[in-house]
């Protein structure tokens, strides 16, 4: 049998024009297991019981892949995966929620040889509508060869399309299929199975398995994960997903008792209660007091990094007493469960400004310029009308940290966003108030909007050691949805209870 040198002994100089040809688990990636990605899947796209169906799955899965063929085992977490599920559902997790895994895990050894050369192809056991938009929009890779499942009426069957799961020969016969007599440069694998290909190549290295191995830090990435959706925080390994699904019911059920506590107490009592039920809120800086109606001062504008839609109850929160808000949308059962008071941005710039106007004339105010929330150590670009409004502007940096569940989604149903936030077993808030804007550095003092809102955006990133960017709303949800995030326009109405920005 040939045997290959390690990866390590591969030089990455001078491959501009050369084409390498590599596996994915294992070799791209340091893990060599695709449980986790199918898990994610099977969670995102179907479910919790769709996730126990994997899991149930594994153990039978197991045995065929180690002592019957690698093609079984896959086939049957394919079967347990996808069938039945929406085509587009599968496409929309493999290109707004995978990614972020996928390059938390990228092999530092491999990439380095990959992205030297100047045409790349990854041939994978996976399914290749899985795997497909990371590797492309993500690694520029330039072909993806992987396992075709079958399709009816837009739903996946489960099935594997003829000539099988790319394994072994197949995996052969795929690369010569595509390349015919043009041999690749480079082959990269990381397993017996990965030789029949290998050969092919002019060149053929080993990856060996080495856990201690360092992936590639986000900073050097080929493209830094910006926006990404999905609700698990952690890749559900076995285990994980073993605890996801016992956790669940318990986790409802003290999300259900901490958002009573939040929407039923004095806002005074509710940062106590959220200790005693396992939420921390910790809070930094020194908050303003309340302004007197009697003086005839409008109210202060917090100006709020948007984390979640419960940024504005834990600005409450930390305050002890309620603060209203501005927001874009939010679902119907947010409102009905929400114990601050907000109004529905217009998108009429006049009307808008008009109404904030007046809701200062009533007190303080909480506003997430933003527009929309990103979960990574990034900021969005600050739109600039609540510049023009008022000169009492307070940043406010706010930062939430979880452990298995995210609170915010983009393809989802947003009415469980906050129920997410508080299942998580011991959420953590932290508001840090900063200095109120000086008034030289307002509007009346000669000051754009624009220069303000950018000021008040580098000051808040500065708190939190985030990067300033120009993405808006419309980024994230083209990046992540496939529209431009327009909520469209409901019946106008009087100011109600909701919930957050």
Known sequence: ?????????????????????????????RGRSSFPYFSLVAFEAGG????????LSAPLAGLLYYFVSESAGIQVLIFATYAGMKVSDIESVGRAV????????LHSESWRVFSACGKRCVLTANPRIMVEGFLKDFLGVDIVLGTEIGTYKGRATGFVLSPGVLVAEHKAQALVKEFGDNQPEIGLGDRQTDFSFMALCKEGYIVPYNPELKPVPNEKLPKPIVFHDGRLVQKPTPLMAILIILWIPIGFLLACLRIAAGALL????????????????????NPPQPVKKASGQ?????????RTLLDPIFLSTALGRPIAAVTYSVSRLSEIISPIKTVRLSRDRATDASMIKKLLEEGDLAICPEGTTCREPFLLRFSAMFAELTDHLVPVAMVNKMSMFHGTTA??????DPFYFFMNPSPVYEVTFLNKLPLELTCSSGKSSHEVANYIQRVIAATLSYECTTFTRKDKYRALAGNDGTVPEKPKHKANKVMGC
């Not at 290959?4 to 390498?20: A, L």
């Not at 919790?48 to 899991?55: D, E, G, K, Q």
């Not at 004095?266 to 800086?285: H, N, S, T």
Request: charged share 15%.
């Open 1 to 29: 049998m040939r045997t290959f040198p390690p990866v390590q002994t591969c030089s990455s100089v001078g491959r501009e024009n050369h084409t390498v040809v590599a596996d994915m688990d294992g070799t791209l990636l």
């Open 48 to 55: 919790a019981f769709r996730l126990l169906m994997v899991l």
């Open 98 to 105: 995978l990614p972020k895994f996928y390059s938390s895990d």
């Open 266 to 285: 004095p806002m005074p009592l509710v940062y106590y209660a959220f200790w005693a039920l396992g939420v921390r809120v910790i809070v930094k800086g």
């Open 298 to 306: 409008t109210g202060v504008l917090f100006i709020c990094s948007h």
């Open 411 to 416: 393809r989802g149903w947003k009415g469980m």
